[in-house]
């Protein structure tokens, strides 16, 4: 995969594409960040940055819930469609989704409930990825620096 195409942002001079935001199961890319391994050695804005990216997951994770809640066909639509396709599927899903949601269209809780065999998520695997690149780690870096310079410091509940 390749690294995404789009606007820059600029941290402390660097320009820094868009890139997805990841846990430790996932390897370490220029535009695929994760949390820092968690050691005793960790500084504070390490493990501040770690708390940040997990409540930004958590975000994400929550408004995919509800997307997949909504749209129920997004579970099955890799095996329901030809791969060309899910794109498209996908963004309209979304498109749909944040037209009730700006329209205060009501989102039952219930939605969010597997009700279908086949709208379960399968159990992944349980396994911290060692996998990480150099310029992964320079991206990581700056941004863990961009924030301990401008937001709080967040100890995490450990």
């Known amino acids: 995969m390749e690294q ?9 001079k660097n320009s820094v594409l868009p890139l997805l935001l990841g846990d430790g199961k996932y390897p ?11 050691t005793a050695q960790m500084t504070p804005a390490e493990r501040s940055f770690n708390v ?43 498109i749909l989704h944040n037209i ?4 205060g269209s009501p989102y039952k809780d219930a939605w969010s409930e597997c009700h279908n065999e086949e709208d379960v998520t ?11 690149s150099m310029d992964g780690e320079e991206v990581r870096n700056r941004l863990s620096k961009f924030m301990h310079e401008r937001f709080p410091l967040i100890v995490d509940d450990d």
């Open 100 to 103: 009730a949601e700006q329209n």
């Open 52 to 94: 940040y990216a997990a409540k930004g997951r958590a975000c994400i994770v929550r408004t995919f819930e509800r997307l997949v809640g909504r749209w129920k066909a997004l579970n099955r639509c890799s095996t329901m469609v030809a791969a060309s396709c899910v794109p498209e599927i996908i963004l309209t899903c979304c």
């Open 4 to 12: 995404l195409d789009g606007p820059c942002q600029k941290i402390d």
């Open 28 to 38: 370490l890319l220029p535009w695929l960040i994760t949390p820092y391994p968690t």
């Open 122 to 132: 399968p159990e992944q695997p349980n396994w911290e990825c060692q996998i990480t």
